[in-house]
């Protein structure tokens, strides 16, 4: 995905390059909302949500900035795929402990006593 998101960058950052702005102002926009679809099915074939605003926030923000002239040069599309990336991972990992488990392991922990592994060898 990160590749992906890195390609659209960079097509739009050559483009703007080359023609020194004015065709860019043009076709960028049209990269930039098929960016935009482009991950927001592949999110969805994931089986990711975008009910939270968190994840709402990061994907149309990073839209709204490639839609501005200036800004589309900069890797947005990416930045805001590796934030949701990010946010999906924390999202797992913190979705593998439930609450009961964490506080069941902080009571077993909590019957060693402070010298009890370090003497083990």
């Known amino acids: 995905m990160i590749l992906v998101a890195l390609l659209y960058d960079g097509v739009q950052a050559l483009i703007d390059f080359i023609s020194v702005g004015t065709i860019g102002w043009l076709t960028n926009p049209l990269i930039s909302f098929w960016s935009f679809?482009?991950?927001?099915?592949?999110?969805?074939?994931?089986?990711?949500?975008?009910?939270?605003?968190?994840?709402?926030?990061?994907?149309g923000g990073s839209y709204f900035l490639e839609v501005v002239p200036l800004l589309n040069?900069?890797?947005?599309?990416?930045l805001g795929v590796v934030i949701m990336l990010g946010i999906t991972y924390a999202e797992d990992v913190a979705g593998?402990?439930?609450?009961?488990?964490?506080?069941?392991?902080g009571v077993a922990l909590g019957n060693f006593k402070k010298g009890d592994f370090t003497n083990s060898l």
């Open 96 to 105: 593998i402990i439930s609450p009961e488990a964490a506080k069941a392991l």
């Open 37 to 59: 679809l482009t991950f927001f099915f592949w999110f969805k074939l994931k089986g990711l949500s975008f009910m939270r605003p968190n994840k709402a926030l990061t994907m």
């Open 73 to 78: 040069s900069l890797p947005t599309i990416t």
